[in-house]
């Protein structure tokens, strides 16, 4: 076996190749689960029977009028479970609930011969509710102290004792929010039982082997009796890492109890009122720098909302707390995490995985205390960068640290940072009513599973008489190029072109106990394992090779198909070395396996190394804004990211550009609103449509987007010497909403801390240029003057100066900071 990162001469690795399903992707050819109902005959339909109270007892529920409905076959209950009727893993999560936890949870299914059909039963069946007081935002809740989970604290040195002798301390509060995944698929699943009893489901699912356990506890079953296949997501996004298990339950349940398919998707307004989201985060601190602004010290307590249940709370919480110091170093440091319990949908895990959310926390506190240290917030940034030498406040090593340094060096070298500054300052001083913004901000991001078991993963490679190559791996597919890389990998530890090799279908009853694919663990888990059983493969065939060419078998050389040896010019085609294997009867497939060595993690006293490596970058973003408005325009955004020895070039720069763009959105675009009123429809999403929740979209990209990757940067201790590079760049974005409070700054005077909601919507950079043009007017330094904005009239003809203002400003300025 080769050493993980040792790449051989001509590898397939690091070629730039197009997405292996990207022609079906455009043509619309590719088959996603719910393509997969029109090959099943006598299919039913499920359709769910929501609940109209955030928070309620099901005190009577009725389903006889929904079997009178024409087309409706059965009802699904809680009577039904043979198994546990529980869809979590905390066992926290009720199949069939008898108390409703948030506004639209399921209370049962209705199975229909038609989706219209399983629809109208679902209205005819007849529910009693008791309402009951319901807790829906993070300030209800940490006022009422409804929390859930553990309660970690992460710690070094004397919190205390670093903010004492800092000579400028600041304190304040920071609440932000969630984000939808709004993948293009919806959550779906279609189940049903062969004739040996075995239930079969494909599912939309990042995890299969979790889907098959809850499925199998659901039933009654055995892990062996169940398997799960995901052919492709379209999107996930971490939206279907824990989530699809439960639906994936109801579909396998009625396939049992009916003995015919079932299939179970859900319409957009079901998955967005459904299934959880990002969590949102409510931040305490307070923070010391020395006159040099360096960072003395830090104490923060970080609240999660979680919503009705932990799902994957507490590890998103974990990874939080053990990014809260991004890319800083920070000497003395006492961060304490908690889980808000409110009857919301249980928020889970989403691209990044409370990364962003703990980073965000302290790029938010340089961001506002730059100006009132009298320091250039990217120096300010530059100066607690990282060095070599330094350990993370969980007391592990920051391995190429100084690649930091060199990444935001090359990357102010690229995107022309003191040339564009320049022009920004004299721009700004030319238009008193439109000002632009310049920041860079950078990222350290740790890859691996905060759960240590999960970093293990399996492959099984076959290998044809004709000298074809299936290949079989516990990741799944969900537009991120996982299959691409691991085709790659593949052909390269084989020694034979990209065209050789096929990628079946994830399935359970083909590589067990698999991982999520999350974490940006994919590329890095299973192209080990790959790797692996490829090797093993390869090495029986050089001893054929090697008898037959009179060579030792260190000497034979496989490239491209083609297989030659050290002091010859004979040469054996690759098909016939296969076919010759076949015939000595040497074994043509292979189970590899990985694990991913180095890594341990105490959670109880969160300390140790949890993280095989980080992935470092950076990003340069300018913006402009309009003072009248709020409006903004993205302008240009330069990146420098590492991603190590890339597998795959084009894969991985799109990658970054995705997760560049989502993390923008969810920094500056994506709201969500729940009605937290006192009436009836307390609890309802309010933004369930894309007509209400504001997505990303062409006119959000920056006008210029330059991606380069690092170079140089060789991973040792990774599949091919590549870096993980699915959530690292979402943080990138940082740079648009640093750079959006650069321009709010211009506004107003040079001490002014702008004070920016997060979201950082046109209404929220609306209210902080309003705070900084006051500022300036308090200041008599001449600040560009505020103007005036009515709000739209209430209907009865009114302008209504008052209440939507009063409204909007309550919800969108965020709170003080105090020094």
Same mark, same amino acid.
């Given at each position: 076996?080769?050493?993980?990162?040792?790449?051989p001469?001509?590898?397939?690795?690091?070629?730039?190749?197009?997405?292996?399903?990207?022609?079906?992707?455009?043509?619309?050819?590719?088959?996603?689960?719910?393509?997969?109902?029109?090959?099943?005959?006598?299919?039913?339909?499920?359709?769910?029977?929501?609940?109209?109270?955030?928070h309620?007892?099901?005190t009577?529920?009725?389903?006889?009028?929904?079997?009178?409905?024409?087309?409706?076959?059965r009802?699904?209950?809680a009577?039904?479970?043979?198994?546990?009727?529980?869809?979590?893993v905390k066992?926290?999560?009720?199949?069939?609930?008898?108390?409703?936890?948030?506004?639209g949870?399921?209370?049962?299914?209705?199975?229909?011969?038609?989706?219209?059909?399983?629809?109208?039963?679902?209205?005819?069946?007849?529910?009693?509710?008791?309402?009951?007081?319901?807790?829906?935002?993070?300030?209800?809740?940490?006022?009422a102290?409804?929390f859930?989970?553990?309660?970690?604290?992460?710690?070094?040195?004397?919190?205390?004792?670093?903010?004492?002798?800092?000579?400028?301390?600041?304190?304040?509060?920071?609440?932000?929010?969630?984000?939808e995944h709004?993948?293009?698929?919806?959550?779906?699943?279609?189940?049903?039982?062969?004739?040996?009893?075995?239930?079969?489901?494909?599912?939309?699912?990042?995890?299969?082997?979790e889907?098959?356990?809850?499925?199998?506890?659901?039933?009654?079953?055995?892990?062996h009796?169940?398997?799960?296949?995901?052919?492709?997501?379209?999107g996930?996004?971490?939206g279907?890492?824990?989530?699809?298990?439960?639906?994936?339950?109801?579909?396998?349940l009625?396939?049992?109890?009916?003995?015919?398919p079932?299939?179970?998707?859900l319409?957009?307004?079901?998955?967005?009122?459904?299934?959880g989201?990002?969590?949102?985060?409510?931040?305490?601190?307070?923070?010391?720098?020395?006159?040099?602004?360096?960072?003395?010290?830090?104490?923060?307590?970080?609240?999660?909302?979680?919503?009705?249940?932990?799902?994957?709370?507490?590890p998103?919480?974990?990874?939080?707390?053990?990014?809260?110091?991004?890319?800083?170093?920070?000497?003395?440091?006492?961060?304490?995490?908690?889980?808000?319990?409110?009857?919301?949908?249980?928020q889970?895990? /989403?691209?990044?995985?409370?990364?962003p959310?703990?980073?965000?926390?302290?790029?938010?506190?340089?961001?506002?205390?730059?100006?009132?240290?009298?320091?250039?917030?990217?120096?300010?940034?530059?100066?607690?960068?990282?060095?070599p030498?330094?350990?993370?406040?969980?007391?592990?090593?920051?391995r190429?640290?100084?690649?930091?340094?060199?990444?935001?060096d090359?990357?102010?070298?690229?995107?022309?940072?003191?040339?564009?500054?320049?022009?920004?300052?004299?721009?700004?001083a030319?238009?008193?009513?439109?000002?632009?913004?310049?920041?860079?901000?950078?990222?350290?991001?740790?890859?691996?599973?905060?759960?240590?078991?999960?970093?293990?993963?399996?492959?099984?490679?076959?290998?044809?008489?004709?000298?074809?190559?299936?290949?079989?791996h516990?990741?799944?597919?969900?537009?991120?190029?996982?299959?691409?890389?691991m085709?790659?990998?593949?052909?390269?530890?084989?020694?034979?072109?990209?065209?050789?090799?096929?990628?079946?279908?994830?399935r359970?009853?083909?590589?067990?106990?698999?991982?999520?694919?999350?974490?940006?663990?994919?590329?890095?888990?299973?192209?080990?394992?790959?790797?692996?059983?490829?090797?093993?493969?390869?090495e029986?065939?050089?001893?054929?090779a090697?008898?037959?060419?009179?060579?030792?078998?260190?000497?034979?050389?496989?490239?491209?198909?083609?297989?030659?040896?050290?002091?010859?010019?004979?040469?054996?085609?690759?098909?016939?070395?296969?076919?010759?294997?076949? /015939?000595?009867?040497?074994?043509?497939?292979?189970?590899?396996?990985?694990?991913?060595e180095?890594?341990?993690?105490?959670?109880?006293?969160?300390?140790?190394?949890?993280?095989?490596y980080?992935?470092?970058?950076?990003?340069?973003?300018?913006?402009?804004?309009?003072?009248?408005?709020?409006a903004?325009? /993205?302008?240009?955004?330069?990146?420098v990211?590492?991603?190590?020895?890339?597998?795959?070039?084009?894969?991985?720069?799109?990658?970054?550009?995705?997760?560049?763009?989502?993390?923008?959105?969810?920094?500056?675009?994506?709201?969500?609103?729940?009605?937290?009123?006192d009436?009836?429809?307390?609890?309802?999403?309010?933004?369930?449509?894309?007509?209400?929740?504001?997505?990303?979209?062409?006119?959000?990209?920056?006008?210029?987007l330059?991606?380069?990757?690092?170079?140089?940067?060789?991973?040792?201790?990774?599949?091919?010497?590549?870096?993980?590079?699915?959530?690292?760049?979402?943080?990138?974005?940082?740079?648009?909403?640093?750079?959006?409070?650069?321009?709010?700054?211009?506004?107003?005077?040079?001490?002014?801390?702008?004070?920016?909601?997060c979201?950082s919507?046109?209404?929220?950079?609306?209210?902080?240029?309003?705070?900084?043009?006051?500022?300036?007017?308090?200041?008599?330094?001449?600040?560009?003057?505020?103007?005036?904005?009515?709000?739209?009239g209430?209907?009865n003809g009114?302008?209504?100066?008052?209440?939507?203002?009063?409204?909007?400003?309550?919800?969108?300025?965020p709170?003080?900071?105090?020094?």
């Amino acid at each position: 076996m080769t050493a993980l990162s040792e790449r051989p001469a001509n590898p397939v690795v690091g070629l730039t190749v197009s997405h292996e399903s990207a022609e079906l992707h455009v043509t619309g050819a590719a088959l996603y689960t719910d393509d997969l109902v029109s090959r099943m005959a006598g299919t039913l339909h499920a359709w769910p029977v929501q609940a109209p109270h955030a928070h309620a007892l099901v005190t009577g529920l009725r389903t006889e009028p929904a079997l009178v409905v024409p087309g409706v076959v059965r009802v699904l209950t809680a009577a039904d479970v043979p198994g546990v009727n529980d869809a979590g893993v905390k066992h926290d999560e009720p199949l069939f609930p008898d108390e409703v936890r948030y506004y639209g949870h399921a209370v049962c299914w209705v199975l229909g011969e038609s989706l219209e059909a399983a629809r109208l039963g679902a209205e005819a069946v007849e529910v009693d509710y008791e309402p009951l007081p319901s807790i829906l935002t993070l300030t209800e809740a940490i006022e009422a102290g409804s929390f859930q989970g553990a309660q970690p604290t992460v710690s070094r040195g004397d919190a205390e004792a670093g903010l004492a002798r800092a000579t400028h301390r600041f304190s304040g509060e920071f609440e932000f929010g969630g984000q939808e995944h709004f993948y293009l698929e919806t959550h779906a699943a279609l189940a049903h039982v062969d004739e040996g009893g075995q239930v079969f489901a494909q599912s939309s699912t990042q995890h299969p082997s979790e889907t098959q356990e809850i499925i199998a506890h659901v039933l009654g079953l055995h892990n062996h009796e169940v398997t799960v296949q995901c052919l492709r997501m379209g999107g996930g996004f971490g939206g279907k890492e824990m989530q699809p298990h439960g639906l994936a339950a109801i579909a396998s349940l009625g396939a049992v109890l009916t003995g015919r398919p079932v299939r179970l998707r859900l319409n957009r307004t079901q998955d967005l009122t459904m299934t959880g989201k990002r969590h949102p985060f409510h931040a305490v601190w307070e923070v010391g720098f020395d006159d040099d602004g360096m960072i003395q010290g830090l104490r923060a307590t970080l609240t999660a909302d979680g919503g009705w249940s932990l799902d994957l709370s507490e590890p998103v919480l974990a990874r939080a707390l053990c990014h809260i110091d991004n890319a800083y170093y920070v000497p003395d440091i006492e961060a304490h995490g908690r889980i808000a319990k409110t009857n919301k949908t249980s928020q889970t895990a /989403f691209r990044g995985f409370g990364g962003p959310q703990g980073m965000l926390v302290l790029e938010d506190i340089l961001g506002r205390v730059a100006p009132a240290l009298g320091i250039d917030p990217t120096e300010l940034r530059r100066r607690n960068l990282y060095q070599p030498g330094q350990a993370t406040p969980y007391g592990m090593p920051v391995r190429h640290a100084e690649r930091l340094t060199q990444i935001t060096d090359e990357l102010s070298e690229r995107g022309e940072l003191q040339r564009r500054r320049r022009e920004v300052e004299a721009f700004n001083a030319e238009h008193e009513h439109i000002k632009r913004g310049l920041a860079m901000t950078p990222v350290k991001f740790g890859i691996s599973f905060n759960l240590t078991a999960f970093n293990q993963a399996g492959a099984l490679v076959h290998v044809y008489k004709d000298g074809s190559v299936l290949i079989n791996h516990g990741g799944t597919e969900m537009g991120q190029g996982l299959h691409t890389k691991m085709r790659q990998v593949a052909a390269t530890a084989l020694g034979v072109p990209l065209s050789h090799i096929r990628l079946a279908p994830t399935r359970t009853d083909k590589v067990p106990n698999t991982s999520a694919t999350a974490a940006s663990s994919g590329a890095d888990l299973n192209g080990g394992a790959v790797k692996n059983a490829c090797e093993q493969i390869r090495e029986r065939l050089e001893q054929v090779a090697a008898r037959t060419l009179n060579l030792h078998p260190s000497d034979v050389r496989i490239s491209g198909g083609v297989v030659t040896g050290l002091g010859t010019q004979d040469t054996i085609a690759w098909a016939d070395l296969v076919r010759a294997a076949y /015939f000595q009867r040497i074994q043509l497939f292979a189970a590899g396996y990985y694990r991913t060595e180095g890594l341990h993690w105490d959670a109880s006293r969160m300390q140790g190394e949890p993280f095989k490596y980080f992935a470092y970058g950076a990003a340069i973003s300018e913006v402009e804004v309009d003072g009248f408005t709020g409006a903004y325009r /993205f302008l240009r955004t330069d990146i420098v990211h590492d991603v190590g020895d890339s597998l795959s070039p084009l894969v991985d720069i799109g990658q970054i550009e995705g997760g560049f763009v989502q993390g923008a959105g969810w920094l500056t675009l994506e709201e969500l609103r729940w009605d937290t009123s006192d009436k009836p429809s307390r609890g309802r999403l309010a933004t369930q449509a894309a007509s209400t929740y504001k997505l990303p979209s062409f006119s959000e990209m920056p006008e210029v987007l330059n991606v380069h990757l690092f170079e140089r940067a060789t991973e040792d201790g990774a599949v091919y010497g590549s870096k993980a590079v699915g959530e690292p760049p979402l943080m990138l974005a940082f740079s648009v909403r640093e750079a959006l409070r650069a321009a709010v700054g211009a506004f107003g005077p040079a001490a002014h801390m702008v004070e920016l909601g997060c979201p950082s919507t046109p209404e929220a950079v609306y209210w902080a240029v309003d705070a900084a043009r006051r500022a300036g007017r308090e200041a008599g330094d001449g600040g560009a003057p505020a103007r005036s904005v009515a709000p739209v009239g209430s209907g009865n003809g009114t302008a209504g100066n008052g209440s939507l203002e009063r409204e909007l400003a309550e919800h969108l300025a965020p709170r003080g900071v105090t020094e």
